[in-house]
């Protein structure tokens, strides 16, 4: 087991330095953290707030240069699947933000070339990294509600101002903000599905294993262009069907919100991150009710770095947040986005 290991992070932007790379110098377990960005500018601010870091401006040669074990993917939503290709041909475990990549193809591609190499891939979905998402994912895993027939999912954000084309106000002290270009750009991945809805998949992915197979979608619009709503109409690999919700606009004096609900051949389960809730319900009377203290639905910052730098040093982890969880994510939601341009029901594939 190596004591020390070394992480470089591509995409030194908002997200990096707000998260990934404070948990990294954080680490004891890591050594060198090498970042990426190719504005002098910014990289230059990056070296400002964290001296110990090695600045390149060339993502490649960074992986070149650096005896790296792993590397964190952070850069803008339509570059994830080429950042994280170069990282993955190395050998590398690799953290890539989410949306794992922006088309069914890449990230299909993400994952044989993670499996061809031997590594894994992590997606920092925050709440699968929590007790509530892993007591949903045990209970159906052990057959409390029977065979899965239908999920209703839906996920929603206070973030009418990114997904708007304006400044997210809880970033006004950061040392970056979250770019239009990436949030709110139509033709860059933009929009509330690519930004956030991910999240919601994400973590139903994780208790429901089931693939995705076919998509029909409606989207509403905010003001730059990008999908404010998503509303689709989803069939899964079992023939079960889902009923999936997103929405941008939730006032920002509330929190986030994840309501998934699974309707088995046996029972039912309950999740809600903002009770918090994990509740299963049986037709033969049996029910399971998951106590939880407060936070328990909180997103979690920390764990999937952590689980980055465990993996690297070889030890065995369990990964609540995979490649396939993020693949079906995101070939989800490339359908989702043809569906609502083409007006009719996509293939996933």
Request: negative net charge; proline residues 6%; charged residues 20%.
């Amino acid at each position: 087991m190596n004591d020390k290991v070394n992480i470089g992070v591509i995409g030194a932007g908002w997200w990096a330095t707000l998260a990934h790379i404070p948990a990294l110098l954080a680490n004891p377990h890591v050594g060198i953290v090498a970042a990426n960005r190719p504005d002098s500018d910014g990289l230059d601010k990056v070296v400002a707030a964290f001296p110990q870091v090695k600045p390149y401006r060339d993502a490649s040669a960074m992986l070149e240069s650096e005896p790296l074990h792993g590397v964190v993917v952070a850069s803008p939503h339509v570059l994830h699947a080429e950042h994280a290709s170069l990282s993955l041909s190395k050998g590398l475990h690799t953290l890539i933000e989410k949306p794992m990549a922006t088309t069914a193809a890449d990230a299909r591609a993400l994952v044989a070339k993670a499996q061809a190499n031997g590594v894994e891939i992590i997606l920092p979905y925050g709440w699968n990294f929590r007790p509530i998402v892993e007591a949903a994912h045990r209970l159906v895993g052990e057959g409390w509600v029977g065979e899965v027939r239908h999920v209703v999912a839906q996920m929603a954000s206070a973030l009418a101002d990114l997904f708007g084309g304006e400044p997210m106000i809880e970033t006004r002290n950061h040392l970056f903000r979250p770019p239009v270009a990436t949030w709110a750009d139509p033709a860059k991945s933009g929009g509330y599905g690519w930004g956030q809805l991910t999240h919601g998949l994400g973590a139903l992915f994780r208790i429901v294993d089931l693939d995705p197979v076919r998509v029909f979608a409606r989207t509403g619009l905010s003001k730059a262009g990008v999908d404010f709503y998503d509303a689709a109409v989803v069939e899964l690999s079992n023939g079960a069907t889902m009923s999936l919700s997103g929405s941008a606009t939730v006032p920002k004096s509330r929190g986030y919100q994840i309501d998934i609900r699974v309707f088995g051949t046996e029972g039912m389960l309950l999740f809600d991150i903002e009770r918090p809730r994990v509740e299963v319900v049986r037709h033969d009377g049996k029910s399971q009710i998951i106590e939880f203290g407060p936070g328990a639905g909180d997103y979690e910052l920390t764990a999937p770095v952590t689980l980055l730098v465990d993996l690297c040093r070889g030890e065995k982890r369990a990964n609540p947040a995979d490649g396939i969880v993020g693949m079906r994510s995101s070939v989800l939601l490339d359908a989702m986005y043809r569906s609502a341009k083409s007006g009719r029901m996509e293939d996933v594939g």
